[in-house]
């Protein structure tokens, strides 16, 4: 089993950044990529980013692309989320996720058997 926490979310302000960290418990060793989706108020979960276990290969929803940054740090199983010039429709509960099942990066959270409990973030203006 692989348990998931995620810390970093609050209040932020429009144009500001926040810093999302996903830190992995467990059997880590059989984790193949790390992904964070994110749930708007009132809407579905949706895919933000995902990053390679190995090689650090990452995949971006193309409508996030220039406001963030997917890494990693293997040695402390942590994936980290950075998004900058924060709009209020940035707001969402933030969800961590991995998955033991693929070797790809996939935007699908089917792909995805590990989830975090999710951090809130909400921008205000």
């Known amino acids: 089993q692989v348990q998931l926490v995620e810390s970093g979310g609050g209040l932020v302000q429009v144009g500001g950044s926040v810093r999302l960290s996903c830190a992995a418990s467990?059997?880590?060793?059989?984790?193949?990529?790390g992904g964070w989706f994110r749930q708007p108020p009132g809407k579905e979960r949706e895919f933000v980013a995902a990053?390679?276990?190995?090689?650090?290969?990452?995949y971006v929803t193309t409508s996030l692309k220039d406001r963030l940054t997917i890494s990693r740090d293997n040695a402390k199983n942590t994936v980290f989320l950075q998004m900058n010039n924060l709009k209020p429709e940035d707001t969402a509960v933030y969800y961590c996720a991995a998955t033991t099942m693929t070797h790809g990066l996939g935007s699908s959270r089917w792909l995805y058997n590990y989830w975090g409990q999710g951090t809130q973030v909400t921008v205000s203006s």
């Open positions: 467990g059997r880590t060793g059989n984790i193949t990529a």
């Open positions: 990053i390679k276990q190995s090689g650090g290969s990452t």
